[in-house]
């Protein structure tokens, strides 16, 4: 698919038949698997100023807090207790664990037979290589937009080839690779959606998470408009039909935006839910954008309904670690 035709379909006002396309490819090729990830949001600590993010380091009302290694590793223990299979550890961008701390939570982690993700945002190819060796399994690192001016402007102390770098540097380094983009950022254009797009496919990403924009009150873009979710479910749509074995979360911006935002994903291309199990005293306080929807894996009853609803749409939450399909394993 050229960008051409992807532009047009994504300005298509009719998406009805490419929601179903997209759900078609995903269980033929994934089969009605769903792999929940359990969300640890380790720290809100962060030295960036991206415009459109709630904990970035302008935001000086927020109360910051770091988990200690032990309350990490504790939140995973329980995360295991309630039948997750893999974690995602999750922070600002910070120097709060210096490389050998993470390397020992990784480690810890790792011995509790789960698969671990991390998102912790721009590291050194040294960093990254220290953390697979310790035993991290995937990364997930948002190029947010493909558009230079737009990623530069969105992210003021941020370099744009330094995040295309960092992407590759995953790759090479043999992680489950995972980026994606926000969708609806100011000033953001229908072609410039259709280079991301094309951007997954060349970098060959594992999986891919799309959220709509959210304008958070406690930044500069407070008064900006928020992204659409048809537009969001749109682009998810059509990277699952492109990129037919990768891993798509139903994110909660999705869930935020709309009351069955979440469902509407997983039946428009999307195999994989995040609910959190941060503590509850912490959650709050990472609010990237406002109003953070979600399971909270701490109530029973939210994760029940949670397996109910996937089991309504005819899938069932699996109870295997979720390597992406598209991920081929070098032994390095
Ligand atoms: S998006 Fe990430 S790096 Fe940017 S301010 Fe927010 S937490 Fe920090």
Redesign the pocket.
């Known amino acids: 698919m050229e960008q051409k035709e992807i532009i047009e379909i994504l300005k298509n006002d009719n998406a009805d038949e490419l929601y179903q396309k997209a759900h078609k490819t995903r269980v033929e090729n994934l089969g009605h698997n769903v792999y929940l990830r359990a969300l640890i949001e380790c720290s809100n600590v962060?030295s960036?100023?991206?415009l459109y993010?709630g904990?970035?380091?302008e935001n000086k009302e927020l109360k910051r807090f770091s988990l200690s290694k032990d309350e990490i590793i504790k939140t995973a223990k329980l995360a295991k207790e309630l039948g997750f299979k893999t974690i995602v550890l999750q922070s600002?961008?910070n120097q709060v664990y210096d490389l050998k701390t993470m390397c020992g939570i990784i480690e810890e982690i790792k011995s509790l037979n789960l698969a671990l993700t991390l998102s912790l945002?721009e590291k050194t190819f040294e960093e990254y290589k220290q953390y697979k060796k310790s035993g991290a399994d995937r990364y997930l690192l948002r190029i947010e937009t493909t558009d230079e001016n737009l990623f530069q402007k969105m992210?003021p102390d941020g370099n744009f080839k330094n995040r295309v770098e960092c992407l590759y540097n995953l790759k090479e380094l043999n992680y489950e690779t995972g980026t994606g983009i926000l969708v609806g950022l100011p000033n953001q254009s229908i072609e410039s959606l259709a280079k991301d797009i094309l951007f997954f496919r060349e970098l060959d990403a594992d999986m891919i998470g799309l959220g709509p924009f959210i304008p958070h009150n406690k930044t500069l873009l407070k008064n900006e408009k928020a992204g659409d979710l048809e537009l969001t479910l749109k682009v998810m749509a059509l990277v699952r039909i492109l990129m037919p074995n990768i891993n798509i979360p139903a994110t909660t911006a999705m869930e935020t935006l709309s009351k069955n935002g979440r469902k509407k994903a997983l039946i428009s291309g999307a195999n994989v839910v995040m609910p959190n199990v941060t503590p509850i005293l912490n959650r709050e306080n990472y609010s990237?954008y406002p109003d953070k929807k979600g399971v909270n894996a701490l109530n029973k009853e939210e994760l029940k309904k949670l397996y109910k609803e996937i089991e309504e749409i005819g899938d069932k939450v699996s109870g295997g670690f979720g390597t992406s399909k598209n991920f081929k394993k070098i032994n390095k």
Request: proline letters at 0%; a positive charge.
């Open positions: 962060c960036r100023n991206c993010c904990i970035n380091r600002g961008e945002g992210h990237i």
